[in-house]
Structure formats: C-alpha cells, structure tokens
C-alpha cells in the first residue's frame, strides 16, 4: 500500500479521463505544490495495481484555497482584465491537460499539442499527429502568446490559447512508447 512518495519510485497521476507519464516523487511533489495535482485526482506508483486519492498521500503538499471574498471585498476589475503571470512556467502551468499550438520544427505552420507537464526547467508536450512525445527546455522557448478565443467573462484559460515557437533543437524530441 503506497502512503508516501519517498525513495526513487515513479508515480504517475490519473484526473478527468488522463494519465500522466511516469514522474519522480520529487516532480510530483512539486506538481501537487504548484495546483497541477487536485486533491481528487488518482496517483499509481510504478509495480503496484492500486490507485490513492491524491489527497491521501503522506508527502504531497497542496496549496490552499483562499477564503472566498464578500462582496465589498471582491476586486473592481473589468471583466476583460486577465491575469499577469510571473514566469512563463506559471503560464503554461494554467494551460495542463489543455491543447496548445506549437512550432517545435521551425516550419510555417504550428501543430496542435497537449501540454502534459511543467516542471523546473522544462516543460513536456504531447503531439499526436507527430505520434511524438517532446520535452521542451523554457530556455527554447522563441515567443510565447496567450491569445483570446471566445467571450470574456470565463476563465482565463476557458477563454485564451497558448501559441509557442521554439528555437532549432535537436535532442528534445522523444518517440512515444
């Protein structure tokens, strides 16, 4: 029975119908640390047969929630107003398990993709028309943009779309298995 993430094994997180590729304990204690993992999702660990609520895992520490404002409290914004994010990790981390586009052959057109994974220095994309795996370091990163795709008012990621382009690089692409 798993009850921590401890040692050198893989795990690897099931939520809304898809699973994660095998990640260290490290990447995903990180993951649960930055909101990627919610407290209801499945975690498997590498060799076993059995599935634990996230939320159940000696270890994993969860951001918490912030007490819902009142009225007076709530900010004056305009609808429209979208958030500004600190890092392009940041970014990217509100568009997981979303489709992206992106330019990772330095062609004309960008393919469409699955953002799977942000971790520290990289980030990991899955292309299906490609049938490829990439796993892309921020420093490759060319130009990134959030662009507006439907009404304001929703979430920001329910409304926007990633568009990345990624320097020439020939070592961060990765059949998948």
Partial sequence: MMQTTEGNARYRIRHEEQTSPWMTAEQLR?????????LGAMVQQAGQDEWYQAGSIK????PTAPEPATEEQKPKEPIDHHPRFQTLRELLANFLHCPISINLRQT????????????????EVNLPRLKTRAFVPYSR??????VEVDEAGKKYRDTHTVRIEVEPCVVFTASSD
């Fill in 30 to 38: 990180q993951a649960a640390m930055l909101g990627q993992v919610p």
């Fill in 59 to 62: 270890g994993l520490e969860f």
């Fill in 108 to 123: 004309d057109h960008f393919d469409e993709a699955e953002l799977l994974l942000c971790c520290e220095d990289h980030f």
């Fill in 141 to 146: 990163i060319k130009a990134i943009a959030s």
